[in-house]
């Protein structure tokens, strides 16, 4: 049976905030298009029985204003995401990467972001042909092939979204779209979602006018905005900006409960403070009820993660000190200076990552949910 975008599976009841959300929060324009990609995408892989892989990346804005202008912004490359797809494909996963617009994508990530200009890697005459200069195309022709394997065995799906609404849409829309893989799909919620929002009710239509210029012609009249309710979440008072946001709803518990009940869920913790991370992990695993807790501390992110299973299980990956990538200072992440007589070559730290996780959802496939009495699917 096909579904229009955003419309809930036949089996599945929505729950009030998740309507309530919905009905008040207005559809992406491009929502309809990614369904039909992402319906094409996943009715292929289910007749060939694959994995498919959702990953999210990047960040996600918050509009202050309809016809936007000012928005607010939260600090995330892509990064993991990125590069995670990328090990995805390699261990046999289809990926729908669900990315921030202009974030690093899979492939392209290794040249688009580079402290080098990409036109630093060609070479050529002003009349003749254009070539990848000696030193770069063992590296690139690599990354080509790769590329060119996924293009043409159609295991990746690029999505693009850039606010925490469109994100969210998506998220339903491409869950419930998933229905029909079971225990073959898995999402690995990489990206960084806001956990606050300007409902579309108090959303201003016009940018937002900064000192005097924001003086009204009519003094006390209320705009638009007030006479429908509360005030605009982002206004003027005075000289100063106010801006009063709601909270995201939680719809972590939705996507493990209702959205995608038999697939392996997989979030992200990030903590500043190592004595936190454990049990952070832990108490998200506790309320939401999925699979699998990734953690990371901010400054060590790049090179070892904390694995909290529902289970209780915890598992520390850590990429070798020898293999630690060299920071643009030219030092590694221990900080201890690295050159090619004292280092193999560097080892990202999805490389590790990934096939664990891939090891987790192949048990459980194998052998059932383990959240589940006697490890049954729902």
């Known amino acids: ?22 009905a008040a929060n207005p559809k992406p324009g491009d929502l309809d298009r990614h369904s039909t990609l992402a319906r094409t995408f996943i009715e292929h892989h289910v007749e060939h029985k694959r994995r498919v892989a959702l990953v999210t990346s990047g960040g996600t804005t918050v509009p202050l204003e309809n016809q936007t ?19 995805f494909l390699e261990n046999g996963y289809a990926v729908i990467f669900l990315h921030r617009q202009f974030s690093l994508l899979p492939y392209s990530r290794h040249y688009s972001h580079s402290t080098n200009c990409f036109l630093d890697y060609m070479t050529g005459t002003e009349d003749g042909p254009v070539v990848v200069q000696n030193d770069y195309q063992q590296q690139m022709a690599s990354v080509l092939r790769r590329y060119r394997k996924a293009k043409k065995e159609n295991t990746l799906l690029l999505l693009p979204f850039v606010t925490v609404n469109e994100y969210l849409w998506n998220l339903r829309e491409l869950a419930m779209l998933m229905h029909p893989l079971g225990a073959n799909a898995l999402f690995y919620l990489a990206a960084a979602v806001s956990d606050f929002f300007v409902p579309a009710e108090r959303m201003v239509e016009h940018k937002i006018q900064s000192g005097e210029e924001f003086a009204q012609p ?20 005075g000289k100063s900006l106010m801006i009063d946001l709601d909270p995201v709803p939680k719809f972590l518990k939705l996507l493990v409960d ?35 807790v990734i953690g990371n501390l901010l400054n060590t ?11 209780g299980a915890e598992k520390w990956i850590r990429v070798p000190a020898n293999r630690r990538a060299k ?33 987790q959802h192949s048990h459980m496939i194998e052998h059932g949910d383990p959240r589940r009495p006697n490890g049954s699917q729902a």
């Open 1 to 22: 049976m096909h579904r229009t975008a955003g419309e809930p599976d036949a089996h599945y009841t929505p729950t009030d905030i998740e309507m309530e959300y919905f």
């Open 69 to 87: 202008v000012r928005f607010i912004d939260n600090f995330s490359a892509g990064t993991r995401g990125a590069t995670s797809a990328e090990y």
């Open 218 to 237: 009519n003094g006390d009249v209320p705009s638009e905005e007030e006479q429908r309710g509360r005030k605009p979440a982002a206004h003027m008072d």
């Open 258 to 292: 209702g959205w995608a009940p038999q697939a392996m869920i997989i979030s992200f913790k990030l903590e500043t403070d190592p004595n936190l991370l454990a049990s952070k992990a832990k108490g998200a695993l506790k309320k939401y009820a999925h699979h699998l």
């Open 301 to 311: 992110r790049k090179w070892e993660v904390l694995f909290v299973s529902a289970d």
């Open 327 to 359: 920071s643009v200072t030219g030092r590694t992440d221990n900080g201890r200076t690295g050159g090619k007589d004292d280092r193999e070559p560097a080892l990202e730290i999805e490389s590790l990552i990934v096939p664990e996780v891939a090891s």
